[in-house]
């Protein structure tokens, strides 16, 4: 249920931040038919709109902006498994990222 929540905020935070009946109105309507966030809660609330078409089985991608570097990056690389992501930059650093949340492992490799 973690997992799912996590995505659940990352595909809704937006517009809930503006609007909190969003969470409701927007975010579990529109959440995947199968997930344990709207297993638990949408029986709550009988009178909302669901997605009847279209692929919801899985959650959408999102783009992400990760910020560790002061100069241009000039490499990246992701782990064998995508858990994980390397960047290299033009301010001899190599950053250590979460693919899935986006954060910074650690400080950054000086001198590379």
């Known amino acids: 249920m973690a997992w799912n929540s996590v995505k659940f905020v990352r595909t809704f935070g937006g517009i809930i931040s503006q609007s909190t009946p969003h969470l409701y109105i927007s975010g579990l309507a529109l959440s995947l038919l199968n997930s344990p966030l709207f297993k638990k809660f949408s029986p709550m609330y009988p009178w909302l709109a669901q997605a009847v078409g279209g692929d919801n089985a899985y959650w ?9 570097h ?12 995508g858990k994980r992501i390397a960047s290299g930059s ?5 950053c250590l990222w979460d693919a899935e949340t986006g954060l910074q492992l650690g400080s950054p490799l000086k001198g590379h």
């Open 60 to 68: 959408p991608c999102h783009e992400m902006t990760l910020r560790g």
């Open 90 to 94: 033009e301010d001899n650093t190599i």
């Open 70 to 81: 002061t100069h241009c990056v000039s490499s990246v690389a992701f782990s064998a498994d």
